[in-house]
Nanobody
């Protein structure tokens, strides 16, 4: 059974930092692309950052470039999202997701973790 479990969300003041973690289990993810998404109240879910499990390329939404960094620890089967210089508009539920490199649709999703940035 595949599981993606996010953690690390919380309340932080504007300008602060948080690191989200996504612990992946239940299969080998070497052929998967890992993504972070977020959904704010009343808004559609949007892509934030992503990277292939095997490889070093990284991808970011324009709104987070230069502030957020995605990384992974293969030994721990965990993907991270380091978020710096947080803004109130970053407030959202953040989700980890996985899809095959050859697909566009994400097959697996975590339950989400709330990030709230106060002004």
């Amino acid at each position: 059974q595949v599981q993606l479990i996010e953690s690390g969300g919380g309340l932080v003041q504007a300008g602060g930092s948080l690191r989200l973690s996504c612990a992946a289990s239940g299969r080998t993810f070497s052929r998967y692309f890992m993504g972070w998404f977020r959904q704010a109240p009343g808004k559609e879910r949007e892509f934030v950052a992503g990277m292939p499990w095997s490889g070093s390329s990284t991808y970011y939404a324009d709104s987070v470039k230069g502030r957020f960094t995605i990384s992974r620890d293969n030994a721990k089967n965990t993907v991270y999202l380091q978020m710096n210089s947080l803004k109130p508009e970053d407030t959202a539920v953040y989700y980890c997701a996985a899809r095959l490199n050859s697909q566009r649709q994400y097959d697996y999703w975590g339950q989400g973790t709330q990030v709230t940035v106060s002004s």
